[in-house]
């Protein structure tokens, strides 16, 4: 498919509506990313033409859910390299680490080793496991924010039964070197997760070809609908796990004493699912791979190298991580001095309709360890233009000339 970003804006009503006369510029995607027709029209199909349950009931409607439940699930699986039994539904990426950290045999003694920026989502599950033991050991970053290899290579001791950290930083862009940190982990004996929230929308993610343990990451971060994630996982280590959550559809049979669980992945997927959310996050893998992965991180990464370039020269104005914007793929992430960061986010959104995000961006733990109160955010996604970047740098500067 050739790349026409001014075609693929046709596919997002919200991109034509004006907000006091003006289009809004997205800049908000590394929070959540808007959605196109085709996954709407998805969704919708589910409760115009079968709106039932899957699993449950013999009808027409429901055999018809089945179906459509089946190939959301092969779809995803296809997206990132996987098959269909080693696909879990969520409701987002938080709700699959969490079940890898309840689900997971870790015991006292044990150590679970991540970067110092990971989202709380990739921190607090390891903390609330310290009541039963478990060591948490946090690798730092340069200074720059680029992944320190011989710092995680000191920290991968042998207690290190898990390596969980975040694939790409929701809060500077930096993306650590998977592959390579996934083989010396299992040169070590230790598995992988992987919090792809910020990867898999943005970039071709092959769960085999990286080797990884496990892989999380959310629907509405990629186009898809809100409440629906994906945990991956090699099968036979999901077969391991205990189950989670349990209720309907995790068991085969229960008797008043016992239960007999399904395989994975049903017997993670306790009660009823969010179908039409599921065959929505279909839609909207499919949609990313018309327009292609590669060109998605390469349109990013040149309209980041635009903006940089530009608002590297405002007085007062600071990037956070690497300089270079080719390490940041779509985020950009800055403080202009002697501004408060949500009056600067407030006065984009207020004079020019552009919408960024402003705060810790749930890394709390790294700007606190840094002593920074937070910063604004503007990150990127395929649908954004040229022009748009030229009315935030030109935005951006007429609020800083106001320090």
């Known amino acids: 498919m050739v790349f026409d970003v001014e075609k693929i804006r046709k596919d997002f009503p919200i991109l034509e509506r004006k907000i006091n006369n003006k289009r809004l510029v997205y800049l908000d995607n590394a929070c959540m990313t808007l959605r196109p027709s085709q996954v709407i029209s998805a969704m919708n199909r589910y409760y115009e033409e079968f709106p ?113 950290m975040v694939h790409t930083s929701n809060l500077d862009g930096v993306t650590i070197p998977a592959k390579k940190v996934i083989e010396a982990a299992h040169g070590n004996g230790s598995l992988v997760l992987l919090d792809a929230a910020q990867s898999v929308p943005h970039k071709k993610i092959d769960v085999k070809q990286l080797g990884v343990d496990f892989l999380a990451f959310s629907g509405h971060k990629m186009c898809g609908s809100s409440g ?44 009823l699912q969010n179908y039409a959310g599921a065959i929505g996050l279909a839609a909207a893998a499919e949609y990313l791979e018309k327009i292609g992965m590669e060109n998605i991180e390469r349109h990013e990464i040149e309209l980041n190298m635009f903006i940089t370039d530009e608002i590297s020269k405002i007085p007062g104005l600071k990037i956070i991580g690497p300089q270079n914007p080719e390490l940041r793929s779509g985020i950009i992430s800055f403080i202009i001095e002697g501004m408060d960061m949500h009056y600067v986010a407030k006065m984009l959104d207020n004079v020019a309709n552009i919408a960024v ?27 954004n233009t040229i022009e748009e ?13 106001l320090r």
């Open 52 to 164: 039932a349950c899957a699993g449950r009931s013999a009808h027409k409607l429901a055999s018809r859910t089945n179906d459509e439940y089946a190939k959301a699930r092969e779809r995803i699986a296809r997206f990132i390299g996987a098959k269909p039994n080693e696909v879990i539904f969520t409701r987002n990426t938080t709700e699959g680490i969490n079940l890898i950290a309840h689900s997971l045999d870790l015991k006292s003694g044990d150590a679970v080793l991540t970067t110092d920026k990971e989202h709380n989502s990739n921190l607090l599950p390891w903390q609330m496991l310290r009541e039963k033991g478990v060591k948490h050991v946090v690798v730092r970053s340069n200074e720059d924010g680029t992944f320190n290899f011989d710092r995680f290579l000191r920290g991968l001791t042998p207690d290190v039964k898990l390596v969980s």
């Open 357 to 383: 995000r402003s705060g810790q961006h749930c890394v709390h733990s790294w700007f606190n360890s840094c002593g920074m109160a937070g910063t604004v955010r503007a990150s990127l996604y395929f649908y």
């Open 389 to 401: 970047a030229v009315i935030f740098i030109g935005a951006l500067k007429k609020i800083a000339a």
């Open 228 to 271: 629906t994630g994906v945990l991956y996982g090699k099968y036979d280590l999901l077969r391991k796990l205990k189950p989670f959550m349990v209720g309907g559809d995790t068991v085969k049979s229960t008797t008043y004493e016992t239960a007999e669980f399904l395989e994975p992945p049903e017997k993670f997927e306790a009660g």
